[in-house]
């Protein structure tokens, strides 16, 4: 239970970084889209990267296969937190608008995760063999 918890806390900050940074930055995104969607891309990246290794602190094996879910965990819940953000309100889009302009940016998560697991991997079993 604890696991599944620390899970989904894990899974809403990666949600929420961006979203704060994106509400912050938003100002951008009318005169200069493109430099907005590059500061976002480099916030998604940057966010997965700190709360992967964060998450990766409390674990003593299985790495890759670890990553491969809280990759997919990560990503998943994004697209359902922003479902809920971007479905009505103000901030109402089509679900095709939506995919390509912030939802398939969130395909770079599991890619992130499972990178850094595989190093952890190859970590742990080098100094295994020290």
């Given at each position: 239970m604890r696991r599944v918890l620390r899970e989904l806390i894990f899974a809403?900050?990666?949600w929420l970084i961006p979203f704060a940074v994106s509400v912050c930055i938003i100002p951008l995104k009318e005169p200069q889209?493109?430099?907005f969607d590059s500061l976002m891309g480099v916030v998604l990246a940057c966010s997965t990267v700190v709360l992967?290794?964060?998450?990766?602190?409390?674990?003593?094996g299985h790495y890759v296969a670890n990553a491969v879910r809280i990759g997919v965990t990560w990503t998943v819940a994004n697209w359902l937190i922003d479902g809920l953000m971007f479905s009505g309100g103000p901030m109402k889009m089509s679900?095709?608008?939506y995919a390509s302009d912030i939802g398939l940016a969130y395909l770079a998560i599991p890619p992130i995760t499972v990178g850094l697991g595989i190093a952890a991997s190859m970590a742990a079993k080098k100094l295994s063999r020290e």
């Open positions: 809403f900050l990666a889209p493109l430099l992967a290794v964060a998450y990766f602190k409390r674990l003593a679900l095709a608008q």
